[in-house]
């Protein structure tokens, strides 16, 4: 079975790798650039063993890339779409910019290919498409994207299970053979429609939970004696909530993945004519927890333009080197437009990004706290959390406050001693 892979970022780089142990693959992106960088197995993005998987499908003969879409197409059994979607700083998905590229394919595939979609799509995209092209007989399919940074290449060869929403038995036999050796019979299948929307609602629930931890632990820390984490614990214990469930209080949800599908089902519910009134006041909570850190930092400080902040981690989440929409990036700015001094460290970031031009990036983690009065720890890379930091602290020359709203730091009885400690849902040490 051919497979040809649209759209060469993330998602459908670790898409093309995983599928060439298994099938004929071929990647086809229009960015040159990108695709010669695949040619030598250089990923666009960090990804854990993405770049040594490419490698091994390309030695394989079973992997190779190109961005002439109409030699790759011609013999495709499937077109898996994976473009990363899109979305705008209000998390908007750009729509129409994963349609062109889709519409701009079908002329060089041959009538009974099937369109797989895994690009994040409104629901309804797999119909609009199939009475625009009824003609052509293409089988379109949805099979929602289960990205997760820094562990994409595990979840996609050992998923918990793989939605698939296809219309007809031709079109399911074929992605059974597709999907079996990674997902066994840990298939859910459905209309394309309830494909589209689980990704929706899988992601707005996922959402809705943050925010829900999160506003518990604001009251948590208004309530003396009350403490989140052991809240946490209690909500898990519940049966019909469960050990996995997304009720950890800490920092606001980030990086556009959840958002933009909440804002989609704003949209949906728009068009449809119905009030989605708990999904459209996610966000607006989110909003207000991303300022948490800044809230604290105005507490205990009098003046921020005379304080220096250490900043450790900036990207989105560890595993990757992405810092879009990262709520770290966020807060610098913040703090060095209240005139802050900010000093940073990631393990993988070499150059900040144009905003933090006035912030300073340090290449070790001691060098970043020196004359540090606040300590944010914000991305829970191993090379921060896993630090010595009883010596890191008793190396300063002051006692910085530490901000650490996920609880990620795991130290020892009396490391805090001689610090004030914070976190989401705790009134504080």
């Not at 689980?198 to 004696?225: D, I, P, Q, R």
């Not at 614990?233 to 959840?258: C, D, H, K, M, W």
Request: proline share 5%.
């Amino acid at each position: 079975m051919n497979i040809v892979v649209l759209g060469l970022w993330h998602l459908g780089c670790v898409t093309a790798a995983c599928c060439a142990e298994h099938f004929d693959v071929i990647g086809i992106d229009p960015n040159a650039k990108s695709v010669a960088d695949l040619q030598r197995a250089k990923a666009p993005l960090f990804e854990p063993g993405l770049d040594a998987l490419i490698q091994i499908g390309l030695d394989s003969g079973k992997l190779s890339f190109t961005t002439n879409a109409k030699a790759a197409l011609k013999n495709a059994d499937i077109l898996w779409v994976c473009f990363d979607t899109p979305v705008d700083e209000n998390d908007v998905v750009d729509v129409l910019f994963v349609l062109d590229k889709i519409e701009s394919s079908l002329p060089e595939v041959r009538p009974g290919t099937v369109i797989l979609i895994s690009s994040q799509m409104p629901a309804g995209t797999c119909a609009r498409l199939e009475k625009k092209y009824g003609d052509r007989k293409l089988s379109f399919a949805c099979s929602p994207e289960n990205l997760r940074l820094g562990k994409s290449l595990e979840i996609f060869r050992n998923p918990d299970r793989i939605v698939a929403g296809v219309r007809d038995q031709s079109t399911r036999d074929r992605l059974q053979k597709l999907f079996e050796p990674f997902a066994g019979s840990r298939i859910l299948w459905m209309s394309p429609e309830s494909a589209e929307m689980t990704k929706h609602a899988t992601n707005a629930f996922l959402a809705l939970s943050v925010t829900f931890a999160n506003e518990l632990a604001n009251l948590c820390e208004a309530v003396a004696g009350a403490d989140a984490r052991e809240v946490e614990q209690g909500l898990r214990s519940e049966s019909r909530i469960g050990a996995n469930a997304y009720v950890r209080p800490g920092s606001a949800f980030a990086g556009g993945t959840l958002a933009r599908d909440v804002v989609t089902l704003s949209q949906l519910a728009e068009e449809h004519g119905q009030r989605a009134i708990l999904i459209q006041t996610i966000l607006r909570s989110n909003e207000e927890h991303k300022n948490w850190a800044m809230r604290r930092l105005e507490t205990i400080f009098p003046a921020l333009d005379r304080v220096t902040i250490a900043v450790l981690g900036l990207t989105y989440k560890p595993g990757t080197d992405t810092l879009r929409r990262s709520s770290s990036v966020e807060l610098c700015s913040r703090l060095l437009k209240r005139g802050s001094s900010v000093h940073c460290f990631d393990p993988v970031v070499t150059a900040l990004p144009p905003q933090l031009a006035a912030a300073k990036l340090f290449r070790s983690l001691p060098e970043a706290l020196e004359q540090a009065d606040a300590i944010l720890i914000a991305t829970a890379w191993p090379q921060i959390i896993e630090a010595d930091w009883p010596h890191l602290l008793r190396e300063l020359k002051k006692q910085p406050v530490i901000l650490d709203p996920n609880r990620l730091l795991n130290l020892p009885g009396g490391s805090l001693r001689s610090v004030r400690y914070f976190a989401v849902g705790s009134s504080g040490s």
